[in-house]
């Protein structure tokens, strides 16, 4: 039964952990405002129930210089609002110093921020590994540390935020001591809890069954743990230890990999358990829905005369689950450490062909594959490269050229990744099914026709930017652009496309060269548009000052022919531009694309591509969907 206990009972007495199964500090500015809204409307002598903390007791009391026993906890549930808290009392010391209330401070400090034990300092409560540095350095009042984790720099932020806030509250005051005195007691009196204390990890589960039947809300990888930690509870003492032990074990490692690395957003996390269900249990999206396919996967009374039975399936289940966060989270982020287990050439390829996918925005329909080819063959980079080089093919043939929605062959390729996961298909059976998938939905004939279609406004295409950067590393032979695709992914498309033929082309040059139908049939075509980082300077100006000069002798201007991409410097080569010059070169760039994106389907029989299901909405997002899944920075 929970207790309701103030900030004041729940701190004073105890040593605090937030243990690394936990997920880091996650409060942004809104939850700052709104806990310091709460303080600012709770009248004095009054109460406000605060939500629930859950604590898992164990160990021998610690007793510190002066005599006080101090009971160990670990925080399972309300970290973020009793880590909150402690930044907050320990901005209230600092403004207690800052108005000559050395008493005040002191007593904070003493009581609810840290103790001494053999003169040792030590916090009395310590937050992830991840932000550690961050809040020793807040506490300790020494300089801020560079945060190098996401909760470290939420962390920082909410102390920056409840240093301005009772700085704003002091600067304001006749009587300043009694303002901060007055926030102290509704802080450590007024705000209050339902504080349950467990005895065993296990027990965790339980509870959490309970608060979720009210309507707590946790995310679903939240629900999955401590529905898997409720199981555990049904085992015998020490069983039931070491399950809990390996699930909490296998979260530690989660979290760290999606919050801290890939940085996902709660639809990424809810997007991960879906990828891994779909690659290791059941292929079927449809099937899926979330907690209750874990239950069902894992019912209650399917155990009760098997604990055997139990300990095997969940811990292989939890095992497989973070080593698919590894996965996971290097699909997200294909940065140096990515891939670390395939030497250094397939690991550079696989980083390579990650980074396109993202760029595309075409990274999520491939994740149970990607999971299922690192639990089959964890070590074989020469494997997974192949088999990811013809996802490529297939997503920017089919989704990025054909113009399918992000849906199109995903069953498919759901399918094949279950069946890669339970040993049915080896890597060669695969990359056939990979090669006939990519044929019957978009072969040469297809992706041609659809790269030479002049009716179609290219200028709406939200792939267009991706296609142009991929054929200026074409230009550059491999080479990546001194201008990262960064500036034309979050640029607007106004500012980073240009087209050579200018969308008001009234001048006489244009006029002569262009008759008002083919200016409007050629506007917006792939041939006549160019990626640039100079399109306000071009403006509608006639080909022959757009192209310029380059030279020792010339002046430096904004032109083709000085500009710093090469598909620019390109256009300057010509004399003229003409509706001919927009075929010839809307033809040089399918050529290429039918070749950088080439597949043999030498051994299939033609039987020509599926009917497409292109979205030709005209406000599509300018960022590629995956950013849904992930948090900025």
């Given at each position: 039964?929970?207790?309701?206990?103030?900030?004041?009972?729940?701190?004073?007495?105890?040593?605090?952990?937030?243990?690394?199964?936990?997920?880091?500090?996650?409060?942004?500015?809104?939850?700052?405002?709104?806990?310091?809204?709460?303080?600012?409307?709770?009248?004095?002598?009054?109460?406000?129930?605060?939500?629930?903390?859950?604590?898992?007791?164990?160990?021998?009391?610690?007793?510190?210089?002066?005599?006080?026993?101090?009971?160990?906890?670990?925080?399972?549930?309300?970290?973020?609002r009793l880590t909150t808290i402690c930044?907050?009392?320990?901005?209230?010391?600092?403004?207690?110093?800052?108005?000559?209330?050395?008493?005040?401070?002191?007593?904070?400090?003493?009581?609810?921020?840290?103790?001494?034990?053999?003169?040792?300092?030590?916090?009395?409560?310590?937050?992830?590994?991840?932000?550690?540095?961050?809040?020793?350095?807040?506490?300790?009042?020494?300089?801020?540390?560079?945060?190098?984790?996401?909760?470290?720099?939420?962390?920082?932020?909410?102390?920056?935020?409840?240093?301005?806030?009772?700085?704003?509250?002091?600067?304001?005051?006749?009587?300043?001591?009694?303002?901060?005195?007055?926030?102290?007691?509704?802080?450590?009196?007024?705000?209050?809890?339902?504080?349950?204390?467990?005895?065993?990890?296990?027990?965790?589960?339980?509870?959490?069954?309970?608060?979720?039947?009210?309507?707590?809300?946790?995310?679903?990888?939240?629900?999955?743990?401590?529905?898997?930690?409720?199981?555990?509870?049904?085992?015998?003492?020490?069983?039931?230890?070491?399950?809990?032990?390996?699930?909490?074990?296998?979260?530690?490692?989660?979290?760290?990999?999606?919050?801290?690395?890939?940085?996902?957003?709660?639809?990424?996390?809810?997007?991960?358990?879906?990828?891994?269900?779909?690659?290791?249990?059941?292929?079927?999206?449809?099937?899926?829905?979330?907690?209750?396919?874990?239950?069902?996967?894992?019912?209650?009374?399917?155990?009760?005369?098997?604990?055997?039975?139990?300990?095997?399936?969940?811990?292989?289940?939890?095992?497989?689950?973070?080593?698919?966060?590894?996965?996971?989270?290097?699909?997200?982020?294909?940065?140096?450490?990515?891939?670390?287990?395939?030497?250094?050439?397939?690991?550079?390829?696989?980083?390579?062909?990650?980074?396109?996918?993202?760029?595309?925005?075409?990274?999520?329909?491939?994740?149970?594959?990607?999971?299922?080819?690192?639990?089959?063959?964890?070590?074989?980079?020469?494997?997974?490269?192949?088999?990811?080089?013809?996802?490529?093919?297939?997503?920017?043939?089919?989704?990025?050229?054909?113009?399918?929605?992000?849906?199109?062959?995903?069953?498919?390729?759901?399918?094949?990744?279950?069946?890669?996961y339970c040993g049915v298909r080896d890597?060669?059976?695969?990359?056939?099914?990979?090669?006939?998938?990519?044929?019957?939905?978009?072969?040469?004939?297809?992706?041609?026709?659809?790269?030479?279609?002049?009716?179609?406004?290219?200028?709406?295409?939200?792939?267009?930017?991706?296609?142009?950067?991929?054929?200026?590393?074409?230009?550059?032979?491999?080479?990546?652009?001194?201008?990262?695709?960064?500036?034309?992914?979050?640029?607007?498309?106004?500012?980073?496309?240009?087209?050579?033929?200018?969308?008001?082309?009234?001048?006489?040059?244009?006029?002569?060269?262009?008759?008002?139908?083919?200016?409007?049939?050629?506007?917006?075509?792939?041939?006549?548009?160019?990626?640039?980082?100079?399109?306000?300077?071009?403006?509608?100006?006639?080909?022959?000052?757009?192209?310029?000069?380059?030279?020792?002798?010339?002046?430096?201007?904004?032109?083709?022919?000085?500009?710093?991409?090469?598909?620019?410097?390109?256009?300057?080569?010509?004399?003229?531009?003409?509706?001919?010059?927009?075929?010839?070169?809307?033809?040089?760039?399918?050529?290429?694309?039918?070749?950088r994106w080439s597949v043999d389907f030498?051994?299939?029989?033609?039987?020509?591509?599926?009917?497409?299901?292109?979205?030709?909405?005209?406000?599509?997002?300018?960022?590629?969907?995956?950013?849904?899944?992930?948090?900025?920075?």
């Amino acid at each position: 039964m929970g207790l309701t206990e103030s900030v004041s009972d729940v701190l004073r007495p105890r040593l605090l952990t937030i243990p690394d199964y936990q997920r880091g500090y996650a409060w942004e500015r809104e939850h700052v405002d709104d806990f310091l809204d709460d303080l600012r409307l709770l009248q004095p002598g009054k109460s406000h129930y605060t939500g629930t903390i859950v604590l898992l007791g164990g160990g021998q009391p610690l007793v510190d210089d002066e005599s006080n026993a101090l009971a160990h906890a670990d925080i399972v549930d309300g970290q973020q609002r009793l880590t909150t808290i402690c930044l907050l009392l320990n901005e209230l010391r600092r403004a207690f110093l800052s108005v000559g209330d050395d008493a005040a401070a002191h007593g904070l400090r003493r009581q609810f921020l840290v103790i001494s034990k053999n003169g040792v300092p030590q916090n009395k409560l310590q937050v992830g590994s991840d932000a550690r540095p961050v809040r020793d350095a807040l506490l300790n009042d020494g300089p801020d540390v560079s945060p190098e984790t996401l909760s470290a720099e939420r962390l920082l932020m909410a102390a920056r935020q409840m240093r301005s806030h009772v700085r704003t509250l002091v600067e304001g005051a006749s009587d300043p001591v009694a303002v901060l005195r007055d926030l102290r007691d509704r802080i450590i009196t007024g705000l209050h809890f339902t504080l349950y204390t467990l005895d065993q990890q296990a027990e965790v589960g339980v509870i959490f069954e309970t608060l979720n039947d009210r309507g707590k809300p946790l995310t679903e990888l939240e629900k999955v743990k401590n529905y898997l930690l409720f199981l555990a509870a049904r085992l015998p003492a020490a069983q039931q230890a070491a399950l809990a032990k390996r699930i909490n074990d296998a979260w530690t490692l989660v979290y760290r990999l999606l919050l801290e690395v890939a940085r996902v957003s709660p639809a990424g996390e809810d997007q991960f358990l879906r990828a891994h269900w779909l690659a290791t249990v059941d292929p079927v999206p449809t099937k899926w829905a979330g907690t209750k396919s874990i239950k069902s996967r894992f019912p209650r009374d399917k155990y009760v005369e098997s604990p055997d039975m139990l300990i095997v399936d969940i811990g292989n289940y939890v095992d497989s689950l973070a080593r698919a966060a590894r996965a996971f989270a290097d699909s997200l982020r294909p940065d140096l450490q990515a891939f670390h287990s395939f030497g250094p050439t397939n690991a550079h390829a696989a980083r390579a062909l990650h980074d396109r996918l993202s760029r595309a925005g075409t990274v999520a329909v491939f994740q149970p594959l990607m999971i299922a080819l690192r639990e089959r063959w964890p070590n074989d980079g020469g494997a997974y490269v192949r088999i990811f080089d013809l996802c490529e093919r297939f997503a920017v043939r089919t989704y990025v050229i054909g113009g399918y929605r992000a849906d199109a062959g995903q069953t498919r390729l759901y399918r094949l990744a279950h069946e890669v996961y339970c040993g049915v298909r080896d890597s060669s059976m695969l990359e056939a099914a990979l090669r006939k998938l990519v044929h019957e939905y978009a072969n040469d004939s297809y992706v041609r026709q659809e790269l030479l279609d002049t009716e179609y406004n290219w200028y709406r295409w939200p792939h267009l930017r991706f296609f142009l950067y991929e054929y200026e590393i074409h230009l550059l032979t491999g080479a990546m652009p001194d201008i990262g695709y960064g500036y034309f992914g979050k640029s607007k498309r106004e500012k980073t496309v240009e087209h050579v033929l200018p969308q008001t082309a009234t001048s006489r040059y244009w006029r002569q060269r262009f008759t008002k139908e083919q200016r409007r049939t050629y506007i917006h075509a792939l041939g006549n548009l160019v990626l640039t980082r100079d399109n306000s300077s071009y403006s509608n100006k006639d080909f022959p000052d757009k192209r310029g000069s380059s030279g020792p002798s010339v002046s430096s201007s904004t032109c083709y022919a000085q500009a710093p991409l090469q598909q620019e410097q390109e256009l300057a080569l010509l004399d003229e531009w003409t509706p001919e010059t927009i075929l010839a070169r809307q033809e040089r760039l399918a050529d290429w694309a039918l070749e950088r994106w080439s597949v043999d389907f030498s051994d299939l029989e033609d039987e020509g591509s599926v009917e497409p299901e292109r979205d030709l909405a005209e406000d599509e997002p300018d960022e590629p969907n995956i950013e849904l899944l992930v948090m900025p920075g």
